[in-house]
């Protein structure tokens, strides 16, 4: 009975689009890891089998999610947040190197990557939290505890190395500013990647003089709207262009090489032809690549099995992190544009369903799954069409791997059960 009231109440259209994203997911890894020799869908010793297996899985864990009591996830949440801790602490000892990041632990008949678990432990427990302290974080103790629950596990996936699963993290914090933290932290924020990034492509001289002269442009025409005191602004000021003036040390001094070469080939900060040709063959390689076989598309596609580039293995990961670019070359600008779509009607939904909740858990943690799905989604399809820096994370739901669709899986269902029981429970 139990069962058949969770599903007349769970969200239906949001189950649909997650079938509809796995299932479209999962064709283009067929046809990305496709060979002549390998032609049964169900031989799990290939790429598109053992993905299969996967969405079993995840299906088996949805079942599991939705079977257990709501109040389990907040009462249990700080626990899965503990042991997800644990878990990135033990593969500085226990992890297996895959592709030069050490992510994983080898249970034999899977490799385990426990920050995609931590993400679905960070949620909770930051929602466990926000919920807990019944403030809209106004106090910097708040603050301060808010914002570690989000940076300790990306300060340890970090030296993995794994800084595209790192950054994932850092999205969390749109829940803290959903809840009530003031929005200068955000504008600072902001400002600083913008120091950080028009000093690399101006120099700190002409970022210094545009701030200068944008402090002054806003005292003669908008101070007395905003009635902010001078000694704030003048201070801001003098740290920004301060921290200015250190972004090419840090620039040249603590990025590794490959990490001026993205940001090189990204900003065009490579003036040499010669030398920006290089770093579009070794560092660039893939998202150039990947943008040529999109490109080849055109607007139907070439058809399900039919992609040239996908065929010819021209781009490298493509099952993973540039799945996206076998929807372009295979199903052109219409399947992208589809794919996009339903990506955009997930997340629009999931707002609309967090924003319905009453009890404050549920929405906070809707808010986080909203931010890691986002993020996923944004900067996968931004570094595939190459309108950012590569950074390696997958697409929900769509990208091979088996930790990926378990963990995104069971973060989407968690808030679905959720938001299932909000009439039930009075709430």
Not at 205 to 211: A, E, G, K, N, T
Request: proline share 3%; hydrophobic share 50%; net charge positive.
């Amino acid at each position: 009975m139990a069962g058949k009231s969770v599903l007349k109440r769970i969200d239906w259209l949001t189950i649909f689009i997650f079938i509809t994203l796995v299932s479209m997911g999962w064709v283009n890894i067929y046809s990305s890891t496709f060979t002549e020799v390998d032609r049964s869908i169900f031989d799990f010793g290939t790429l598109h089998g053992k993905q299969l297996f996967f969405i079993g899985v995840a299906f088996v864990a949805i079942i599991v999610v939705l079977s257990l009591e709501s109040g389990f996830y907040e009462r249990f949440s700080s626990i899965f947040y503990i042991g997800a801790i644990v878990l990135l602490l033990g593969l500085f000892v226990f992890g297996k190197t895959i592709a030069g990041a050490t992510s994983w632990y080898d249970l034999g008949f899977f490799n385990l990557q426990p920050s995609e678990l931590a993400k679905v432990a960070t949620a909770l427990a930051l929602a466990k939290y926000l919920c807990d302290i019944q403030t809209d974080i106004k106090r910097t103790k708040d603050q301060l505890v808010a914002c570690l629950v989000v940076i300790i596990p990306a300060l340890l996936i970090i030296p993995q190395p794994d800084p595209g699963s790192a950054m994932v993290f850092f999205a969390m914090f749109f829940v803290i500013f959903r809840e009530g933290l003031p929005l200068y932290y955000l504008a600072i924020a902001l400002l600083a990647i913008t120091v950080f990034v028009t000093t690399l492509m101006f120099g700190t001289i002409w970022v210094s003089i545009f701030l200068i002269l944008f402090l002054i442009l806003f005292f003669l025409f908008k101070r007395e709207s905003y009635k902010i005191p001078i000694f704030p602004l003048i201070t801001i000021l003098v740290i920004a262009i301060a921290f200015s003036f250190s972004v090419n040390f840090v620039f040249d001094n603590v990025f590794e090489q490959r990490h001026r070469d993205r940001f090189s080939l990204w900003l065009r900060l490579e003036k040499d032809p010669q030398k920006l040709e290089r770093i579009r063959k070794t560092i660039g390689y893939n998202t150039y690549q990947s943008e040529k076989a999109i490109e080849s598309g055109g607007l139907y596609g070439k058809g399900f099995l039919e992609g040239t580039r996908t065929k010819g293995d021209f781009v490298p990961e493509q099952e993973t992190d540039y799945i996206f670019s076998t929807v372009g070359e295979e199903w052109g600008f219409l399947g992208t544009s589809t794919v996009v779509l339903l990506f955009t009607l997930l997340l629009l939904r999931l707002v609309y369903l967090a924003e319905r909740q009453k009890r404050p858990f549920s929405r906070m943690y809707g808010y986080g799954v909203i931010s890691i799905l986002f993020i996923h989604y944004f900067i996968n399809i931004g570094m595939v069409i190459g309108i950012l820096p590569t950074i390696g994370i997958p697409l929900p739901f769509f990208s091979y791997g088996g930790s990926g669709l378990l963990f995104f899986s069971v973060l989407l269902f968690i808030f679905l059960k959720l938001d299932s029981n909000r009439l039930k429970e009075g709430i």
